[in-house]
């Protein structure tokens, strides 16, 4: 089957390098794209002042992604953590510091602060647009770190396309999309379903690594353009995930699997109007209803208590904003907003207990282009929030164009994160796993002294002291960049960056039961920063092959912990001697699950012909900090590391008939698997897509 894969795309391969003609590439189209998530207003790609990234559409298609974690883990300074589900790491800050965003709105229901990507497919996404460093002065809480908007395809004119892909571990992904259009009104529908047997990084396991999955997702969009000057549009979006769980326990010397189940449904409404009053005035409300439910349930048997979590989260918003274009050298944007926010779980308290939380905010946003040259952006948010005080996220941003190649931007901006409804109201005890207890921060006194009152508290920790209400995680990011343009064949960009974390939101001991279960909480008791730079480059060869590459060097570290060091309260202990020594600031390795080095390579062949296309991409990642082994709370030792990887995918495709595509392509060439550090990475993975444009075919038969 391997030798199968790699002989079809060599044949590919070889028959699109036979092709010579110019073309019109996917990388001139992407060189002077539009995009509105850096100011919340559209601009060319080379326009912007702060870090942007674009995906197009084609390149997601041309790369074989089936979720939207597989199209982002090939990109410059993003890596896709494993924890709780795919999660998106930005600049060194986790994915929790990431906003992610659907039609730019956000999408809610994480766990342990991860979002999923997992949930979200790629089939109908027009573009995704990244854009690194904090965001909060437009985006407010969660933009700390930057942000991810995926922009789905909107109704246009009248289209139907099937995709159906075949891969191993009886991978099937089958997608319809199609739009229709009667006058001013058009209705464009997208439906997916992924599924998967799961696999195993372990021989005779009776448990799967991955377990069996099905999703199912649905979309709609319905425009209307009452004139040239006005637009209402609705995007619907329902999604649901269905996922197997299995333990395997022994009793008596017999080991026994238990099954459940995990269920993760999405719905996402979004009604939107927009009204140009004149080439200078427009403004715009959206609405939003987002809504998730989860469940996850396991019988373990034999055991007083097995698993039942359930957990609800309903969001709503509204918000206006409006832009004027005062000048040539004058552009305001002005909005604001309100946020309604319910959550409902056993995991605080019980399903009929409603935690509910509301955020009123406001923004502004001033561009200024005083000469020709050079563009100053201003920004500032407003959020009050009823959970803890009120929150001011100011952005300062400018580009200065040197000449028709070079540029330079950098901005600075302040990020913020709110406590989550996990962190401030959480109740859960786990009496399967060594009952232990998290509670959050709001109601973590009461109940441990309700415990203690009971006679189940065993011994109070100094952190049950440190208590209180938690502050929002904050950011202060620095970026600062250069960029070189030579015509539509190629550009270089490198940016340089600084996070500095206040108010880290952590984990800590509070107390022990007296059934020597732990009590955990969160309090904000450290900073961190994180630092370095990445580099992009893109050059278009012979007018058909478009390379690309990137690089991130990432340095991050808990500033306490570099306290302690060079007052040399921090020791080592060798593994080989056991003895123990001082550390110093080259021996830490930082922050736990980042990288000092990520590169990607990337080649897209498209020939003018547009019969044939390949593609290759090589993604690399240096070791990581996993686990502290030798107890003094921080990675310093080479077997505290998982070790660095690249990964080698390829693709191809052809165009059978006008209308008839066949795509094959393998992911993880070279089999690479890391069943403790990435579980989710399977090794190598064949597949084999068809895709038919049902509008191209029944145009060929209209003309035979």
Known sequence: MRTCFILLFSLIFINVAAQQKPVDTMFDRQLEEVVVTATRSERKLSNVTVPTTLIAQKTIRQSGSLRLHDILGEQTGLFIT??????????????????????????????GGVLDLSRVAVGNIRRIEIVKGPSSSLYGSEALGGVINIITDQATGRKLQADLRYGRFQTIDASLNGTIRSGKLTAGGFVNHNSSQGYSLKPNSLTKTVEPFWRFTGQGNLAYQFNENSRFNLDLRYAKEQIQNSIAVQNLGTVVVSKGRETNQDLNILPSYSYRFNQRLKTSFRGYLSQFRSQQALEVKNLVQGYDDQFRQDFYRIENQTDIHISEKLE????????????????????STRRANQVGYVFFQQEWRPVERLTLIAGLR?????????????KLSLQYRINESWSLTGSAGRGFKAPDFRQLYLNFTN??????SVFGSLVAKDEVLALQSAGQIDQLMPAFEKLADLKPETSTGLNAGIQYRYGS??????NIFRNDISNLILTDIIAFKTNGGQIFSYLNISEAFTQGFDVEAGWKFWKYLDVSGGYQFLSTADKAVLEQIDAGQVFKRDEQTGVSSRLTRSDYAGLPGRSK?????KFFYNPSSEKW???????????????????????????EFAEGFALVNISGGYTVLPGLRVMAG???????????????QPGINPYITLSADFGKIRNRSKTK
């Open 332 to 351: 305001t944007n002005v909005g604001g907003g309100f946020i309604k926010e319910y959550v409902a779980s056993n995991r605080y308290d019980s399903l």
């Open 82 to 111: 494993q924890s709780f589900g795919r999660g998106v790491q930005m600049q060194g800050l986790s994915p929790d510091y990431t906003l992610i965003l659907l039609n730019g709105e956000p999408l809610i229901g994480r766990t």
């Open 489 to 494: 064949s190629g550009r270089v960009q490198l």
């Open 666 to 680: 393998i992911d993880n060439l070279f089999n690479y698997t890391d069943e403790v550090n990435l579980p989710g």
């Open 431 to 436: 009496v399967a796993a060594g009952s232990y």
């Open 597 to 601: 080095h990520m590169a990607n390579l």
């Open 613 to 639: 296309f390949a593609s290759a991409r090589i993604v690399y990642r240096s070791g990581w900090g996993t686990t502290d082994l030798d107890g003094n709370g921080i990675i310093n030792r080479d077997d």
């Open 382 to 394: 407003f959020d009050a929030n009823q959970a803890y005080a009120s929150v001011w996220s100011p």
